[in-house]
C-alpha cells in the first residue's frame, strides 16, 4: 500500500515564531487532507487539498502531487495551536481509504 | 456543515459485554463511513469500511465477528464491540464522507468514543 511519511515527528516553537510540517506519500493520489488533533481526540479537518495551494487565516497548504509532497504552513504560532497534526492521503486506485501519517507533535510555549 | 456525531463520547464496560458506539452525519448524506482505532500516541488504523446497505468490508486482521459493523442508513453507521476485553480498551474514531460528492473524496471525522474495558 501507499507510504505517508511526516517530519518532523516534534516540533517545540516559542509562540509568534513560524513552522513547517512535511508530508511525503509514495503514489499518486486523489485526496490528501491535513488534520489537527486536538487534546480531547477530536480531528480537525484543516485541508483538502490532492493538488495546489490553500490558505486559511494564519494556515496555509501546498500540494505538489507529481513530486508527491505537500506542505503545511503555520505562521505566527500561537500556543493552541499545540496538538498532533496529521497528514493522510487517499491512493488513486479505486481502493478509497486514507492511509495516515504517524503525525508531528506540536507544542508551543508562550 | 460536514459535522459527524459519536455516542457515547466515553464508555466504561465489563470484560465480556459488548459495546455499541454510534457514528452519525449530521447535516449531510454518507453513503460511506470509516471506523478506526487509535493508540496511545500512535496514529489512526482504519478497521473497516460501512456502505450503506452493504456489509463492510475489513481491514487484514481485523476480527468482523468481534467488530460488527451496520451502516443502516445514509446517516448511521454503528460499531458494536462483541465480548469485550481489556485488550480492547482503545480510543475509536469514525467518519463519513457525503453523497454524491462531485469528485470530492474528503471525509469527516467524529470526536471519537474512548473505550475502557475493565
Known amino acids: 500500500g501507499i507510504q505517508v511519511e511526516q517530519s518532523p515527528p516534534d516540533l517545540i516553537l516559542q509562540e509568534g515564531a513560524n513552522s513547517t510540517l512535511r508530508c511525503n506519500f509514495s503514489d499518486s493520489v486523489n485526496n490528501l487532507q491535513w488534520f489537527h488533533q486536538n487534546p480531547w481526540g477530536q480531528l480537525i479537518n484543516l485541508f483538502y487539498i490532492p493538488s495546489g495551494t490553500k490558505q486559511n487565516g494564519r494556515l496555509s497548504a501546498t500540494t505538489v502531487a507529481t513530486e508527491r509532497y505537500s506542505l503545511l504552513y503555520i505562521s505566527s504560532s500561537q500556543t493552541t495551536d499545540s496538538g498532533v497534526y496529521f497528514c493522510?492521503?487517499?491512493?488513486?486506485?479505486?481502493?478509497?481509504?486514507?492511509?495516515f501519517g504517524k503525525g508531528t507533535m506540536l507544542l508551543v510555549s508562550p | 456543515g460536514a459535522v459527524v456525531s459519536q455516542h457515547p463520547s466515553r464508555v466504561i464496560c465489563k470484560s465480556g459485554t459488548s459495546v455499541k458506539i454510534e457514528c452519525r452525519s449530521l447535516?449531510?448524506?454518507?453513503?460511506?463511513m470509516f471506523w478506526y482505532r487509535q493508540f496511545p500516541k500512535k496514529s489512526l488504523m482504519l478497521m473497516a469500511t460501512s456502505n450503506e446497505g452493504s456489509k463492510a468490508t475489513y481491514e487484514q486482521g481485523v476480527e468482523k465477528d468481534k467488530f460488527l459493523i451496520n451502516h443502516a442508513s445514509l446517516t448511521l453507521s454503528t460499531l458494536t464491540v462483541t465480548s469485550a476485553h481489556p485488550e480492547d480498551s482503545s480510543f475509536y474514531i469514525c467518519s463519513a464522507r457525503a453523497a454524491g460528492g462531485a469528485g470530492s473524496y474528503e471525509q469527516y471525522f467524529g470526536p471519537g468514543t474512548r473505550l475502557t474495558v475493565t
Open positions: 493522510a492521503v487517499e491512493q488513486d486506485s479505486g481502493y478509497s481509504t486514507l492511509t
Open positions: 447535516d449531510f448524506q454518507a453513503t460511506t
